[in-house]
C-alpha cells in the first residue's frame, strides 16, 4: 500500500501548478484522499479531501477558493490544484488516504512522501 | 474551528524516561475521532494512535493514549533513540479537520 507523490516544483508568483498522488496496493475507491499542507510556520495544516468515488469534497475555508482536488479513477491518482500562486504557498504537500468517518474509522494511516513546493519571482 | 492546543511546545528528555503529552480542544471533541502522529525530520507523518487510545499497526506498546472530551494525553513510556521527534494531535470528526500545532521531543 502506498501513495507516490510527484516530484519537487519551483513557480513564479501568479502561475498555477498541479500535484498528483498515485495510490496503489489498495481499492482507491475505498478511503477518502486527503490533502495536508505543511510549513515551518504554522506545522500541519489541514486542506481538505475528496471522495473518490463520486468526487465529492470537503475543503478547508482557510484553502477554500485557491485549491481544487480531483481523481482519476482510471490511473487511481488524485491531483491537488493550486492556482494563482504566491510566496507564501511555498510548503511541503502531503497525500494521505482516510476511511469516512465513522466508529472505528482509521484517519491518516498511509501519507505519501511529501512534494516540495517553492514560489519565487 | 476547532483548535487544538498542545504543551508543552518542547520535551527535553532522556532515553529510558517516560514522556507526557498533552492535547486540549477548544470544544469537546468525540474521542473517536481523535489520533496522535508521530514525525520525524524529511518524512511524512506517522500515525500512531487513533480512537484516542487505539495503535496503529506496528506501533510499540511503549506508546499510549487517553483522554475524553477536551483533554487527550499521549504518553511514551521508556524513551527509545528512535522516538524523538514531533508529535501532533489531531481531531478528525468536524469539519474543518484541525491538528495541533506538534511537541517536540527531543534529547536532553
Known amino acids: 500500500v502506498q501513495l507516490v507523490q510527484s516530484g519537487a516544483e519551483v513557480k513564479k508568483p501568479g502561475e498555477s501548478l498541479r500535484i498528483s498522488c498515485q495510490a496503489s496496493g489498495y481499492k482507491f475507491t475505498t478511503f477518502w484522499i486527503t490533502w495536508v499542507r505543511q510549513t515551518s510556520g504554522k506545522g500541519l495544516e489541514w486542506m481538505g479531501n475528496i471522495d473518490p468515488i463520486d468526487s465529492n469534497t470537503d475543503y478547508s475555508p482557510s484553502f477554500q477558493g485557491h485549491v481544487s482536488f480531483s481523481v482519476d479513477k482510471s490511473t487511481t491518482t488524485a491531483y491537488l490544484h493550486l492556482r494563482s500562486l504566491k510566496a507564501s504557498d511555498s510548503a511541503i504537500y502531503f497525500c494521505?488516504?482516510?476511511?469516512?468517518?465513522?466508529?472505528?474509522?482509521?484517519?491518516?494511516?498511509?501519507w505519501g512522501q511529501g512534494t516540495t513546493v517553492t514560489v519565487s519571482s | 474551528e476547532i483548535v487544538l492546543t498542545q504543551s508543552p511546545g518542547t520535551l527535553s528528555l532522556s532515553p529510558g524516561e517516560r514522556a507526557s503529552l498533552s492535547c486540549r480542544a477548544s470544544?469537546?471533541?468525540?474521542?473517536?475521532?481523535f489520533a496522535w502522529y508521530q514525525q520525524k525530520v524529511g518524512q511524512p507523518p506517522r500515525l500512531l494512535i487513533y480512537g484516542a487510545s487505539t495503535r496503529a499497526t506496528a506501533v510499540p506498546d511503549r506508546f499510549s493514549a487517553s483522554g475524553s472530551g477536551t483533554d487527550f494525553t499521549l504518553t511514551i513510556n521508556r524513551l527509545e533513540p528512535e522516538d524523538f521527534a514531533v508529535y501532533y494531535c489531531?481531531?478528525?470528526?468536524?469539519?474543518?479537520?484541525?491538528f495541533g500545532q506538534g511537541t517536540k521531543v527531543e534529547t536532553k
Open positions: 494521505a488516504r482516510q476511511e469516512s468517518p465513522h466508529p472505528g474509522a482509521v484517519p491518516l494511516d498511509v
Open positions: 470544544q469537546s471533541i468525540s474521542s473517536t475521532y
Open positions: 489531531q481531531q478528525f470528526g468536524s469539519s474543518p479537520e484541525t
